[in-house]
């Protein structure tokens, strides 16, 4: 870690912290932008209780003042105000409740995503040209061509409506199991393209060559030479995968009725609970960022030839 | 004349002018190829990149014409004829199947047109419908496309030439949108500005079109134009440094000689390709928006929203979920596949 590498981190921080200011900021003013504002729709209620409602939740300040409400509220309290839609809750907790299962879904996902399709990589790449490393790459550009909603919804019919293996609900028992497989499929088929092509690249080589000259076995070179270097690409891979997940979440959590995060956002814009929709972009798009951040880090650390911009 | 070998005179007759037919014998008659004129024939002889082009093409065509001379409509509902009560034998018809009305003049020697995929709840075709979905899918796709091009042809360029200051500024800019995750800004956007939208469109031919549809455009136009013109300007800048620019200027070419004739031919594959790729990303994100309900306004229907409203009745009717997957997939899969066969037919440069 010398100075430069500490420069373009904190560099990092502070476009990160930028980027979620503005994302709180984008997500505020277009709330409130809607016309009408949060009640709209609703059944006609009285001024009085129109007014009543609207000092309640804040909603007869200026809007610069609520915003600066808002802000001060979410960097101090983790406090994203109350849901109109489900009384009583406050969003945070509504967000963290189906943060426990979103979570579970998400990282085993990209767990299975990463063993998987690290060693269909190495194979297809070791095997180059060969029926097996042909046989991957078509199921793999097929499984990157296909959107998790059209994969989910194919997996839902085959696995549990005509061969009944996993209940179609995600609250039952073993109903994770499908939304996992929908969630880590495109991943796995990504990371596997990935593997392969560095793969294909480190072993062309010169010290891949000059070990080989040296008498280092086979099996050696593979596991000692080889696959550490080329998984330095598949590091990269990780901020996206993880905004892959998130939003193939919503999705999933849709399709399989999976009490989640993605589930509580999409229901929230439907029914249009603005606090809910606000809190959960913000904390989503906020994970999505830090994780960005983690793994552009993680890249620059692992790798010292790479420059820094 | 007989002629001793080991004579050294020479052989006058060998140092004859040329006829005009020896001449012509001797010259290459080839035509001089082009640069597009070698990628065609690149692209053409990868058998996958023509295989998708082919298939892109009959899509596109069948989304054009088809609707012209279908006797349905996408949002006809054929179990009502107006005066009378809805007959209900219209709705969730079976693949070839007709209605009571049509079943009694088949019997009286009528030909009536099948209902090829049969039709959904409300009694609508859905082959129509698919072919429908189709439509908006690829325009959504070519249009949020154009706008992407546009908009960063038009900021990547002037970041790229007019450099200092405004480059840095916009850069910045680019950094920070670049930096957002772009799906969940997608889906707010998409679903805050339908409303707004809706009342400004109202009463206006845009009104057609649909207020999410426009709100997409809208998002894509804010979103999207980023890695467009980072593209640009990065083709801009390389470019402007080269040595054969450089000559080009030394032996006293002017500004727009150098754009015209260096600048925009070695940009344009690249430009091309990226927005080729564009296009299979857009119609992923509308049809991933219209299957969470922030797509298409209904009756329109897109193939994400078919996808999403073949849900309900999946296990009675699965081939009504199963045939816009397919389609959607088809057309995501070969729409990539023919970029990547464009890359390596117009990009030179690219060695893999």
Redesign the interface.
């Known amino acids: 870690m010398n100075t430069k590498t500490l420069l373009y981190i904190g560099k990092r921080i502070l ?2 912290i ?2 979620v200011w ?2 709180i900021t ?2 505020f003013f ?2 409130r ?4 504002g949060p009640f709209m729709g609703e059944k006609a209620i009285s001024p009085a209780a129109q007014a009543a409602l609207e000092a309640k939740y804040g909603l007869d300040k200026p809007v610069f003042e609520q915003y600066i409400t808002y802000l001060t509220d979410i960097v101090t309290k983790f406090d994203f105000g109350p849901s109109l839609k489900q009384r009583g809750r406050m969003v945070i907790d509504i967000i963290m409740d189906g943060m426990e299962t979103s979570a579970v879904l998400g990282v085993t996902a990209a767990f299975i995503a990463l063993g998987i399709g690290v060693v269909l990589g190495a194979v297809a790449a070791l095997r180059r040209n060969k029926l097996i490393d042909r046989i991957i790459m078509v199921i793999t ?2 499984f ?7 994969m989910g ?2 997996l ?2 085959t696995f549990s ?2 061969l009944g293996w996993f209940p179609a609900n995600g609250n039952a028992e073993g109903g994770l199991v499908l939304p996992i497989v929908t969630l880590a499929l495109y991943p796995t088929a990504y990371i596997t393209r990935l593997t392969r092509s560095s793969m294909l690249d480190v072993l062309g080589q010169d010290y891949i060559r000059t070990a080989r000259a040296k008498g280092v076995s086979g099996t050696k070179i593979i596991f000692g030479h080889a696959l550490k270097n080329s998984l330095i690409p598949v590091i990269t891979y990780f901020g996206p995968m993880l ?1 892959y997940i ?2 193939g979440s ?2 999933v959590e ?2 399989f009725a999976v009490p989640g995060v993605g589930r509580d ?2 229901n929230s ?2 029914s249009r609970d603005y606090p809910l ?1 606000m809190g959960t ?1 913000i904390v ?2 906020a994970l ?2 830090i994780m ?1 951040l983690v793994g552009d880090i993680l890249y620059k650390v692992v790798d010292p030839r790479i420059n820094l911009e | 004349m007989k002629k001793n070998p080991f004579n050294m005179h020479v052989n006058l007759d060998a140092f004859i002018p040329a006829t005009a037919e020896d001449k012509e014998y001797i010259v290459q008659m080839r035509e001089s190829s082009t640069f597009f004129r070698d990628g065609v024939k690149r692209l053409l002889k990868n058998k996958v990149a023509t295989v998708s082009l082919i298939v892109v093409v009959l899509i596109t065509l069948s989304a054009i014409f088809v609707p012209m001379f279908w006797p349905y409509a996408y949002d006809q509902q054929l179990g009502i004829t107006p005066g009378k009560p809805v007959d209900p034998s219209y709705a969730n018809l079976s693949p070839f199947e007709f209605g009571s009305t049509e079943e009694a003049r088949i019997e009286a020697g009528e030909k009536i047109f099948p209902h090829i995929f049969g039709t959904d709840s409300a009694g609508r075709d859905y082959f129509i419908r698919v072919i429908y979905g189709a439509r908006i899918s690829l325009t959504v796709g070519f249009f949020a496309s154009i706008i992407v091009l546009i908009i960063g042809l038009l900021i990547g360029s002037i970041s790229g030439y007019v450099g200092g200051k405004v480059d840095m500024f916009i850069m910045r800019i680019v ?2 949108i670049y ?3 772009d ?3 997608v ?3 998409a ?3 339908g ?2 939208i809706e ?1 400004l469109v109202a009463g206006t031919t845009l009104e057609k079109i649909g207020s999410n549809i426009i709100s997409l455009f809208v998002v894509f136009a804010l979103l999207y134009w980023v890695s467009m013109s980072r593209l640009i300007r990065g083709q801009i800048l390389s470019l402007r440094e080269q040595e054969y620019v450089l000559a080009s200027k030394a032996t006293g070419a002017k500004g727009s000689w150098v754009i015209r004739k260096h600048l925009i031919p070695n940009c344009i594959s690249v430009v091309i390709i990226s927005t080729a790729l564009q296009i ?1 990303s857009a119609i ?1 994100t509308e ?2 928006l219209s ?4 797509g298409v306004n209904a009756p329109m229907p897109s193939l ?1 929203s078919l ?2 409203d ?2 309900n009745g ?2 009675s009717y ?1 081939y009504r ?2 045939i816009p ?1 397919i389609v ?2 088809l057309i ?2 070969s729409l ?2 023919f970029g990547d066969g464009l890359r390596d037919a117009f990009d030179p440069k690219l060695n893999n």
């Open positions: 476009l990160m930028l980027t503005i994302v984008v997500t277009v709330t932008a809607v016309p009408g550009t097929a990157v061509s296909m959107p998790s909603f059209i919804s194919l839902l019919l409506l005509w905004a998130v939003t919503l999705v849709k399709i956002f999409v814009i439907t929709i972009t989503l798009a999505i960022v960005n | 950094d920070i930096s957002l995750p799906m969940l800004m889906i707010l956007l679903a805050m500005l409303d707004p009342k299979p992923f049809s991933y299957f969470l309900g922030l994400g996808a999403s073949a849900l999946m296990s699965p979920l199963v997957a959607i997939s995501v899969l990539n596949l």
